[in-house]
């Protein structure tokens, strides 16, 4: 037991020469294990305010799920009212919710009868998170790799055009980009399809997956060559040049995991620039996630959906921020609290 | 038997909105309607033209006082579990789309069945109703009054069968695949919400031999600019519409392939006759109608997708010509001159100019029509109009209350031919007459031809009833729609009529 401990000092030790403070010195999966205990713990309060606040909030916006221009009859419209609770108090109503949701139900949808929430959002999520794990992915290498092209590059001719691409990739939205491409590619080319999903296989992520990575992927690449720059001019990676190793060396094993930080860090950013930007891309391909659902949700006041949507994507955030700072500690353990 | 994929014919439908629901008696949108057609049939049914024709019921005789109808089942009529089709099923669908305790979203469409009003407001238990079954393949209907247009109320959704089984067994959950039992030409395979909607042929159904389609897929085209995209990718073969504003390029482009056909709506701006500056004041109210030029919006503006209105009744109502007023055929100086000798009657000038507020639910559309409105107001009368744009469900609710609003957008579609399917919105009982209008002669009007069984005696009322709203001008008619789908050039069997309705067992793909 003490020999294992001892040797994972070692290498933890060896692994962090230069952040040698007495927090680095405790064992690492306690700490870690600690830190993640304690976020999701403080995500817990986090989320029931977000629910309470998206409840409430909801309740405040006019009109009803069961309004339309066609008006129901007084008796019928009292009848749905009672068989959704909407004729109780607003707070017995909260307590309700949150009552179902303690044991996981997140109740009946009011625009889609017949369907419940769960079924909904399970339904959709794993159609959004492959185009948003697609997306990230993507983001991740390309972004990344261009960035570092860029740094490598710098000052010539392609650093130049690649950083005024990546100034038009942040600055376009996807409500322009995704119409655009399927104009171009789906009806004047006609290489791949203008929607839908999983009709076609791979090729209907194609386009959707690009509209959406495409903001992150300019970012992500302006981030690195700055970050990338930055490193390479510092002092170790002089010394490092100095002992006369190779190009390739310096870069990866010394330059990229400083360099690596920041972009790290913006992933949490990205994340959710991805999830906001899958309502808009969703809604224009026709794909069946739940961004879209978030949409119609809140147009058609469907209470639950909206509230259950709004859920997973808190939990999703929280998750993905925790992520991120257990990566972090992994490349720079002087991150990991005490 | 599984066939090859080739020789698989498969219709690619673009259908709007997601439905809310399959379940025949709850649904109300359009296209919840356009699927359960297929997965369902009435006791009538609508040739491709739009015509009456047999359903489930092969023939039928009607009373001489128009208030008995007799249905003869077919003897081949079956679910699409294999089980016989009886009168009971049809029976049990009836009262349970009168039924407030099932929640039913269209108990109006059912009003004229005896004792409808009152099971649907809870006064009497369903089984009042006047529809009963004397044996398994009769259904005799009794009506509170004769209604000229009743066989078309049977081939609406409201009136289909219910599979009694499966109610039971999933109450409101029956309408998804694997659960729905219906007798319609096609079956439901596959539900992915918001992505789409999978139905194959019946081969219960009992003219499925005379069915050339085998499989249809309805997608969900919420945005019509995305629908188009996909039309002309290749990967839909029907629309549900095309977006207004690209309407003169999809003619110019997609010519043979777009059929603009009358459709049975109008879309109208209401007054609010509860609150000035609208109540008592029909001269104002007359000159802000005939200051508008609906030919310039229905053929510049919404570039010849939608046709002039100058009444609440479209056109296409089979024996009733749509009201004209005679100031529609003036010159416009004359028209112009005749609004301003109002405007100056109802008390306003350009130095004590109207000031109205115009409300519309957020779209381009709406928004270009009352910018255009304002400025015809404007230009022509010197109104000033402050232009407002609401979210749906927010605009929905202050129109509602009658103390919010001044103008107002309204849009109305019929459910059947007949002229009673609009005029009576404007009855003062009216749960939709947000303009709170409010004429015991116009109610007696409609009363007396919700009474009348000679159909020139009722159309002359009708006529009378629309004279009373020229006259009253609750409303000020803007435009009738037109239906305009995309149907590409193999598609054969499709026919355009006023209600729209398309079933899938009457269309046939051609090799393409």
Redesign the interface.
């Known amino acids: 037991m003490r020999r294992s401990e001892n040797r994972r000092h070692r290498i933890r030790d060896k692994r962090c020469r230069t952040g040698a403070g007495a927090a680095s010195f405790r064992p690492v999966p306690a700490s870690v294990l600690s830190l993640a205990l304690r976020r999701l713990l403080g995500a817990v309060p986090t989320l029931l305010v977000l629910v309470t606040l998206v409840f409430f909030l909801m309740r405040a916006a006019p009109g009803g799920p069961f309004d339309r221009e066609r008006t129901l009859p007084p008796q019928i419209e009292a009848r749905l009212a009672a068989e959704y609770r909407l004729d109780q108090p607003l707070w017995r109503q909260y307590l309700h919710y949150l009552g179902r949701l303690a044991h996981g139900d997140l109740g009946p949808s009011f625009q889609y009868e017949g369907f419940t929430v769960g079924e909904l959002i399970g339904s959709g999520a794993p159609v959004s998170a492959e185009l948003g794990g697609a997306a990230l992915l993507l983001a991740l290498l390309l972004g990344g790799g261009l960035g570092c092209a860029a740094a490598l590059a710098r000052g010539s001719a392609v650093d130049r055009a690649l950083m005024l691409v990546s100034m038009l990739g942040i600055s376009v939205p996807n409500y322009v980009t995704a119409p655009l491409a399927i104009l171009l590619f789906a009806v004047l080319l006609n290489w791949l399809p203008a929607g839908g999903w999983s009709a076609h296989g791979m090729a209907d992520a194609v386009l959707p997956v690009l509209a959406l990575a495409l903001p992150q992927i300019a970012a992500i690449a302006r981030l690195t060559r700055a970050s990338l720059l930055e490193v390479l001019g510092a002092g170790f990676i002089r010394a490092a040049r100095a002992h006369g190793l190779g190009e390739a060396r310096v870069l990866l094993g010394h330059a990229f995991k400083p360099a690596a930080l920041p972009v790290l860090s913006y992933l949490g950013p990205a994340a959710a620039g991805i999830l906001t930007g899958s309502v808009v891309v969703e809604q224009t391909f026709g794909i069946p996630g739940i961004g879209r659902y978030f949409v119609q949700g809140a147009l058609n006041r469907d209470y639950t959906l909206v509230l259950g949507v709004v859920l997973f994507y808190g939990t999703l955030i929280v998750l993905f921020n925790l992520l991120v700072d257990l990566l972090y500690g992994w490349l720079d353990p002087r991150a990991l609290p005490a | 038997m599984v066939l090859p994929a080739q020789a698989q014919s498969v219709l690619r439908v673009g259908n709007g909105a ?1 439905p ?2 399959l ?1 025949p008696h ?1 649904g ?1 949108g359009v296209s919840a309607g356009n699927i359960v057609r297929d997965l369902y049939e009435g006791l009538t049914s609508q040739s491709p033209s739009g015509a009456v024709a047999g359903g489930a019921a092969e023939r039928w005789e009607v009373s001489a006082d128009g208030r008995v109808y007799t249905f003869h089942l077919r003897p081949g009529a079956r679910w699409s579990s294999g089980e016989a089709v009886t009168a009971d099923d049809f029976v049990a669908g009836l009262r349970r789309s009168a039924d ?2 099932a ?3 269209y ?2 469409i059912l009003a004229p069945i005896e004792n409808a009003e009152d099971v ?3 006064r009497l238990p369903p089984d009042r109703l006047g529809a009963v079954a004397p044996d398994a393949h009769t259904v005799v209907i009794r009506l509170a009054q004769p209604t000229p247009y009743f066989l078309q109320v049977l081939s609406h959704p409201a009136s289909f069968p219910v599979y009694r089984p499966n109610l039971l067994r999933y109450g ?5 695949p694997g659960r729905l039992v219906g007798n319609g030409a096609y079956t439901l395979v596959e539900w ?5 909607i999978v139905l194959v042929r019946n081969r219960n159904y009992w003219d499925d031999a005379h069915t050339a389609i085998d499989r249809v897929e309805y ?5 019509l ?2 629908e188009l ?2 039309y ?4 839909l073969d029907l629309t549900s519409a095309i977006p207004m504003a690209q309407a003169a390029w999809v003619r110019r482009t997609l010519g043979a392939e777009l059929h603009l056909a009358p459709y049975l709506g109008t879309y109208f701006y209401g007054f609010n006759l509860a609150r000035a500056p609208f109540a008592g004041n029909a001269n104002l109210r007359r000159a802000l109608s005939m200051a508008v030029d609906r030919e310039l919006i229905a053929g510049k503006l919404l570039q010849g997708a939608a046709l002039p209105a100058y009444g609440l009744l479209p056109p296409g109502m089979p024996g009733y010509p749509p009201a004209r007023p005679d100031w529609a055929d003036w010159p416009a100086s004359r028209r112009i001159a005749q609004a301003r000798a109002l405007y100056a009657q109802a008390g306003y000038s350009d130095q004590h100019p109207l000031q109205v507020e115009l409300r519309f639910n957020t779209s381009e559309d709406n928004r270009r029509i009352a910018l255009l409105v304002a400025a015809m107001w404007q230009q022509r009368l010197g109104v000033r109009t402050q232009l407002v744009n609401e ?8 129109r ?1 209350l009658r103390s919010a609003t001044q103008a107002f957008r ?3 579609i019929g459910d059947y031919a007949d002229p009673m399917a609009f005029a009576r919105i404007l009855r003062s009982s009216d ?2 007459n947000d303009e709170a209008y409010d004429s015991p002669a116009y109610d007696a009007l409609l009363a007396a031809a919700s009474a009348q069984a000679d159909a020139p005696r009722r159309a002359a009322l009708f006529a009378q009833a629309e004279q009373r709203l020229a006259a009253d001008t609750p409303i000020l008619p803007i435009f009738h729609y037109l239906s305009k789908h995309l149907v590409k050039p193999y598609v054969d069997g499709w026919s355009d009529n006023p209600l729209d309705v398309h079933y899938t067992k009457d269309l046939r793909l051609r090799p393409h």
């Open positions: 997601e809310e629901t379940d709850q109300q407030p305790a929640g039913a979203r108990p109006e649907s407001a809870g409101r959950e029956f309408a998804r992915a919400v918001q992505s789409r997608y969900p085209t919420e945005d600019a995305s995209k996909r002309r990718a290749g990967e979210e749906w469900k927010v605009f929905l609710q202050n509602r309204v849009s109305w749960g939709r």
